[in-house]
């Protein structure tokens, strides 16, 4: 087989060229990408330490509202004894008053009654 004719250095040269130059732009095009990942990767941790302070201060309210709420019940429970203990007493009152007005008839009734 005969050998193939070398192309002159000029054009080996140019062609050596725009192969670097070729090979840099893919260089500079990927860390590109890779600088443009990267920041969309920081973004995106940014977010997730965002949510989840957020997350946790929806915990905390969480925890505070039902600690607000228990002490609310609490109360209405309180309050509620209170209602039933001012019933028994108003209950009591309610027979004194019967007991009272029973001797007030009986005073009554003693002093209208026809002398002996």
Do not use: I
Request: net charge negative.
């Amino acid at each position: 087989p005969a050998p193939r004719p070398q192309p002159p250095p000029e054009e080996l040269t140019q062609e050596l060229t725009a192969k670097l130059k070729d090979a840099v732009a893919e260089v500079v095009s990927v860390h590109g990408q890779w600088r443009a990942a990267e920041e969309q990767r920081a973004a995106a941790e940014e977010q997730r330490v965002a949510a989840e302070e957020r997350a946790a201060a929806l915990r905390r309210e969480l925890e505070t509202t039902e600690k607000s709420q228990d002490a609310a019940q609490r109360q209405v429970l309180g309050l509620q004894e209170e209602v039933q203990g001012m019933g028994a007493r108003m209950e009591a009152v309610q027979r004194q008053l019967e007991s009272a007005q029973r001797a007030l008839r009986v005073a009554y009734d003693q002093l209208n009654a026809p002398g002996p």
